[in-house]
């Protein structure tokens, strides 16, 4: 494939990755999916995208991509990070199949997500809409599928998926997550980033120890795990963000536990992340609303090194009561360029 060209720390647009050509037939009307795969992932300790968490020893992100192409998406639109970028497109290369179109642009500083997905502009249509997912979460198809269809529907709103909160934690070992507010129209009201989130015994609620409040959550409340679909008219808020921050290469981090729905957020030494410019958005009630798709399926993500035996058990669990299918691509039809079955 061609090479990718990188987006450095100015606002996105100067730069680009290219894709392959369009082959007949292969849905390149659908909605694209921009992946999110340049973090580094300290806390894991290595190229998480790549950790072979299926039950054949599939990498993350085959099994994203693969979920989204059983979900009716098109174009995958992966963002990497300079430096674990080659290895993830040459995995990629190598053992997705031909008929899955693929653009590759690279985000090479740690400016956050809000900048990340602005790196994969060029290679978009901006009059259509968009889904945003990280590349370490296997989200599942039911619940990909349930973005993709609003995204394909005339009512015109973002989107985020809701996943309840004991359904996205596989071991005992401490996680942050955006808990979702939600009004009676099923519209989000508020996001509150809560870290140190823990499972408690058998039916006791999640223990929230960041000092923040409440100090426990129960089982079924609706979090966000970076699954969202946009309208066009996301990408004027997005680079308006991005200069607000005076994003300068340096990088930093987002801040504590309290809303990050009304205060404006803001990522701290020019980092800017999802979050804070849709809660910004909502809290200003500018542009469009965002609704709340509520799933009940579960999401299978790693966080820390021991979660990776847990979380590929759960996958299996999955292939065996005929929650997943058992291959990749499956419902495609398609044959792998790899050994990857």
């Not at 590929?312 to 039809?333: C, D, I, K, N, Y």
């Amino acid at each position: 494939m061609p090479d990718t060209a990188p987006v450095g720390p100015n606002p996105p647009g100067s730069g680009s990755g290219r894709t392959r050509p369009n082959p007949p037939g292969s849905g390149g009307s659908a909605v694209p999916l921009v992946v999110l795969a340049a973090g580094l992932a300290r806390r894991y300790g290595g190229c998480k995208p790549l950790a072979p968490l299926g039950p054949s020893g599939e990498a993350v992100i085959d099994l994203v991509a693969s979920d989204a192409m059983a979900a009716g998406f098109g174009r995958v639109v992966l963002v990497l990070h300079p430096e674990s970028g080659p290895a993830i497109r040459y995995h990629v290369e190598r053992c997705w199949p031909e008929h899955v179109q693929v653009g590759f642009a690279v985000q090479s500083a740690p400016l956050g997500t809000a900048h990340a997905v602005l790196a994969a502009r060029p290679l978009l249509d901006g009059s259509r809409p968009f889904a945003v997912a990280n590349a370490d979460d296997v989200y599942g198809i039911s619940a990909m599928s349930a973005l993709r269809c609003h995204l394909d529907g005339s009512a015109g709103e973002h989107a985020l998926v809701g996943f309840p909160l004991a359904g996205t934690v596989v071991t005992d070992q401490p996680v942050t997550r955006g808990v979702c507010a939600i009004d009676p129209t099923g519209l989000l009201a508020g996001l509150s980033e809560r870290r140190q989130v823990r499972r408690g015994a058998a039916e006791a609620p999640f223990a929230v120890n960041d000092g923040g409040s409440p100090s426990d959550l129960a089982g079924d409340t609706p979090v966000s795990l970076n699954l969202w679909g946009y309208q066009p008219s996301i990408w004027g808020l997005l680079e308006e963000a991005v200069r607000r921050s005076g994003a300068s290469g340096t990088g930093g981090t987002s801040g504590s536990s309290s809303s990050i729905i009304n205060g404006g957020g803001g990522g701290g030494g020019g980092e800017v992340l999802l979050p804070d410019v849709v809660g910004t958005m909502v809290a200003a009630g500018t542009d469009r609303p965002v609704r709340v798709l509520q799933v009940s399926s579960r999401s299978v993500g790693v966080t820390h090194p021991g979660d990776l035996d847990v979380a590929r058990a759960v996958l299996a669990r999955q292939v065996a009561f005929g929650e997943r299918p058992a291959r990749l691509w499956e419902p495609t039809g398609a044959t792998s360029r790899s050994a990857l079955r």
